[in-house]
């Protein structure tokens, strides 16, 4: 046998072999011979070292058909709130054509027009009834951005309407004059500018104890031919609301108010925690709802939904996450990933934010309190109330 | 012809890489210790004879173990290793995992200064090698009474060192040889701690320690051959050769996340890893080159290892010194029927070749030894080049015992060798 040929085989043969073996993952085997004991995972409750009220620009103005910053409710009324302070609110929407209209529409006159507003909030005594105004905005506004304290010219008073705080949907009429004065404009392209939409308030004098609110994707301006019927959106909205003090909250709670600027702002001591790698971390607000609750008919809903926001040095805001209420624990948890790479960069000694703000989320508006628990400390094996961080952490060899 | 032996080699390579790459690349939960398991290559044929060969002079292959076997060298010699490597670890209860790993083994370079009388030799290996895995299952309670999250813990240890030797070997006598190298030493080892979640809430994390070591020794040696013991063409042959402490200096850095993701959990800090002497003595017996005897015996004092930095079973903050020194005592022997026959057969022209080693382990675990038994064995393939073999060679043994912490390895090698010699530098003569 030639010896290249007999060497070439035997090495085939080896590559073969080597190909051929199968290997299975190593298991537990040995572990004593590494001596890493304790590197087990576990949870640092970390109370909030700093828990404060912060302020931020309270933003009411938004989009309800999906653009961005999206809004989906406007508020309408006033309460006076000896706990929470007196507030109210005005409603501002446009209007935008759907985006299919039926052959012929626009060629035919409208003969009546309707707002139909689909209730979905009350704050404050839903036994009321409200004297609403609605007037036709002066000019065209811009929600984008809006805060809470901004007013836009209004122009003519359309109508007056009295309504019931517990009816789900109100159909507001609107007078022939302005259906006729804007049946071109509604019919046209140029609906978008040419109708500037309303502003929606407690007539002048008109007395109540309720705040509501419409849910805006569900609502329309109703406007009928003499053939059809054709629903356009209330796409351009905002709230304009004002709030006053409010007495000093109890010992251990915390009110954060909705409607207004104020957050919830905390801040964190990391000593000991250096270095450790983080599985998870989440913040955990427990919240008690009896704070707010009232005897009567008079309901103050608890915010649903909170937003977390970081907040770096100079002051910049960046969303984190979002979190809804847990009416079981009374909690709100706030934990994604981005909030366990936030924190992980916090024990790494590189942390991006010197504080996180807490509020309920911009949409959709409303007047919420956020009665925080500060206190007292748990005892032993108790779970803390506190507002905290939960960080799953593992030490490291 | 050349261009065939340089397929082979690719196809070894290839082959190694592929297997590599298919096994899980673990290997002895051993390797933990110290810098890592030691590594022992001086060439194909003393591999295949129980491991040193401090003392084996051959024409044909160049021995890595002592520099005085470099004034041998009577052609331009090249060699490349690829090594295969699989392991089953078993415990005192029983339960057993598998690993394999793979690569290339030693690259070595000889050229003949003056042939016969002076060589010098550039060799490149490994000293060390760190690839073990262990995985620790658990629950843990999460915050606030929920259900037990289930996470699993991966102990991983990756890297070793390098070892880049280049020295000159030289025949002062006629039974005398004596050699120099120096030894670059350069490596990582990291050890690396992967905890992973059924639970998609939670983020796998992975933190590593690594230490990057660097530092030049150098190695002397020498070998006495009296020939003509029994009969004319023997040739007896003792050797030695000691490496001397290698003070490294690096620098450690501990790390989280992910190759290309890792952030500095602290900077690094510098400091200085002492890795012991090598001595070796052996042995050679060579019968008209028919017959082949040899045995060794290697000596390193891990007890007087020292760093500054943390490694499996040291920790000189801690007060942990886990190391002894290391013994080793090897033999073998081989046969070619044909001898020096150019015209014999295929098989009588090939070198049969057996051997056996058994090691203590310079490490002790809770104080117990750990001991290593194994046998060796290989074959040497001719080629249509006279001074060209193709190697294979093979290990199989047991290290350590299922006695309280330890575990047992039950281990096989396999390796593939090209060693190819060829005349350089020689002046073309006409007419």
Redesign the interface.
């Known amino acids: ?4 040929r ?3 085989s ?3 043969l ?2 073969m ?3 051929l ?1 199968a ?14 004991e304790g ?5 640092v ?1 970390l109370a909030a070292d700093t828990v404060m009220i912060g302020e931020a620009d309270e933003i009411t103005g938004g989009f309800a058909d999906g653009s961005s910053p999206a809004q989906e409710r406007v508020l309408v009324g006033a309460v006076t709130d000896l706990l929470f302070g007196d507030a109210s609110a005005e409603a501002y929407f446009d209007v935008g054509p759907p985006a299919t209209i039926p052959n012929g529409f626009r060629d035919r006159t409208i003969t009546s027009a309707t707002l139909r507003l689909s209730r979905d909030y009350v704050y404050g005594d839903s036994m009321q009834t409200l004297s609403l105004a609605l007037y036709q905005m002066a000019d065209d506004w811009d929600p984008t951005g809006a805060k809470a304290d901004t007013s836009f010219e209004v122009g003519a008073l359309l109508d007056t309407f009295e309504i019931a705080a517990a009816d789900t949907l109100l159909e507001l009429d609107l007078p022939a004059s302005w259906v006729n004065a804007n049946d071109e404009f509604l019919r046209s392209d140029t609906v978008l500018t040419a109708v500037d939409g309303f502003q929606l308030r407690l007539a002048d004098g008109a007395m109540t104890n309720a705040v509501i609110g419409f849910a805006m994707p569900d609502s329309e301006l109703r406007l009928t031919t003499a053939e059809d019927t054709v629903s356009y959106a209330l796409r351009e909205v905002f709230t304009h609301t004002e709030r006053g003090e409010a007495p000093a909250p109890p010992p251990d709670l915390l009110f954060v108010r909705d409607g207004t600027p104020e957050v919830a702002a905390l801040t964190f001591d990391y000593d000991n925690l250096e ?1 450790l ?4 971390g ?1 913040i ?1 607000l427990t919240i008690a709802p009896d704070a707010v609750e009232s005897s009567s008919s008079f309901a103050r809903p608890l915010p649903q939904t909170l937003a977390l926001f970081g907040i770096t040095e100079d002051d910049a805001r960046f969303g984190i996450t979002t979190a809804t209420l847990d009416e079981d ?1 009374n909690s709100y948890t706030f ?1 994604n ?1 981005s909030l ?1 790479s936030i924190l ?2 916090v024990l ?1 000694g ?1 942390p991006l934010f010197v504080r996180f703000e807490m509020e309920a989320t911009a949409s959709p508006v409303s007047l919420g309190v956020l009665p925080l628990v500060l206190g007292p400390a748990p005892a032993e094996g108790e ?1 803390d109330p506190r507002p905290r961080a ?1 960080l ?1 952490v ?1 030490p ?2 | 012809m050349r261009f065939s032996l340089l397929l082979l080699l690719l196809a070894l390579t290839a082959s190694t890489a592929a297997w590599a790459q298919n096994s899980n690349n673990y290997g002895s939960i051993y390797s933990r210790f110290g810098l890592g398991e030691r590594e022992e290559f001086s060439s194909s044929q003393s591999d295949a004879l129980g491991g040193l060969g401090v003392a084996l002079r051959s024409a044909q292959y160049n021995g890595l173990a002592n520099p005085a076997l470099w004034a041998d060298l009577s052609f331009t010699d090249f060699s490349a290793s690829a090594i295969v490597r699989s392991i089953e670890t078993t415990d005192g209860s029983d339960a057993t995992s598998q690993g394999g790993s793979g690569g290339l083994g030693a690259l070595e370079l000889g050229l003949p200064l003056v042939r016969d009388r002076l060589g010098l030799t550039v060799a490149f290996r490994p000293y060390s090698r760190v690839n073990y895995r262990a995985i620790q299952d658990g629950t843990f309670t999460p915050d606030e009474g929920g259900s037990d999250v289930d996470f699993t813990t991966n102990f991983e240890g990756e890297g070793g060192l390098y070892q880049l030797s280049a020295g000159l070997g030289a025949r002062l006598t006629g039974g005398l040889r004596v050699g120099a190298s120096v030894d670059g030493y350069f490596g990582n080892v990291s050890y690396l701690q992967r905890t992973t979640f059924v639970d998609q809430n939670y983020e796998e994390t992975r933190t590593a320690r690594s230490a990057r070591l660097s530092g030049i020794s150098g190695t002397v040696g020498f070998v006495l051959t009296a020939p003509g013991v029994f009969n004319e063409g023997d040739g007896l042959h003792i050797g030695g050769a000691v490496t001397l402490p290698a003070r490294l200096s690096g620098e450690e850095v501990r790390t989280l996340g992910f190759s290309l993701d890792r952030d500095t959990i602290s900077v690094a800090q510098e400091g200085e890893v002492t890795i012991p002497l090598v001595a070796r003595a052996g042995v050679a017996f060579t019968g008209r080159e028919r017959w082949t005897l040899a045995a060794d015996v290697l000596y390193e004092p891990w007890s007087q290892f020292e760093s500054s930095f943390a490694f499996g079973g040291f920790d000189q903050d801690a007060g942990v010194n886990e190391l002894r020194d290391r013994f080793r005592v090897s033999g073998g022997f081989q046969v070619v029927p044909g001898g020096r026959d150019r015209t014999a057969g295929f098989f009588a022209r090939s070198a049969y070749r057996l051997g056996a080693y058994t090691e203590r382990a310079f490490y002790a675990p809770a104080g117990t030894g750990v001991q290593t038994i194994a046998v060796t064995g290989g074959l040497s393939f001719p080629t249509l080049i006279p001074t060209a073999r193709l190697d294979f060679g093979i290990e199989a043994g047991v290290r350590g015992a299922t006695d309280g912490i330890l575990v047992r390895d039950t281990f096989i090698r396999g390796t593939a060798t090209i060693n190819f010699g060829e005349r350089w530098f020689v002046r073309r003569r006409f007419g």
Do not use: H, K
């Open positions: 046998m030639p010896p290249i007999s060497a070439g035997a090495a085939l080896f590559s072999v080597l190909l073996s290997c299975q993952d190593p298991s537990g085997v040995g572990l004593e011979l590494i001596g890493e590197q087990d995972p576990n949870v409750v270095g790698a983080l599985a998870r989440l955990r624990t934990a990933t366990t992980q960069d790494l590189n779970p939960a799953t593992i490291v060899n």
